[in-house]
């Protein structure tokens, strides 16, 4: 198993590369260059910063058995076919509830484009870095 990181948008990512470190796991983080990642006990693969090209190499890379951690829901499904798929909250996406994800991401972006606004994510608290840790911790002592 590996941990593959969809690293745009996922916080946390020096607690993520200190588990994969106790547990002996590669850790690879993907990101555009609008950023800079460098982490300890963590692997940088960066790429363009073209619409989905972070998505095209995470998924490019997955190989069956591997675990995923992205907030991005088109891509949690399509890695779901191959392996674990971890929220960066610490949830494991399931087959049964994607589809309900990606038709709530569908009717924001039907909302949106007739003109609608709607509020951003909350703070991220330390309570959801806990479930992470606690979940990430679960599946890599039991993989």
Sequence with gaps: MRILIDADACPDLSLIA????RYQVV?????DTAHQIKI????????DCSSQSVDVALWTEMQKGDLVITSDYGL?????????????NGFIYTREEIDRLLYSRYLASKFRRAGGRLKGPAPRTKF???QLSE????LLKNQ
């Design 18 to 21: 200190q588990l994969a470190i």
């Design 135 to 138: 979940k990430l911790e679960e």
């Design 40 to 47: 300890e006990g963590m692997i940088a693969h960066q790429v």
């Design 128 to 130: 959801q870095t806990r």
């Design 76 to 88: 949690a499904a399509m890695c779901l076919t191959k392996g674990l798929v971890l929220h960066p």
């Design 27 to 31: 850790a690879i983080a993907f990101f």
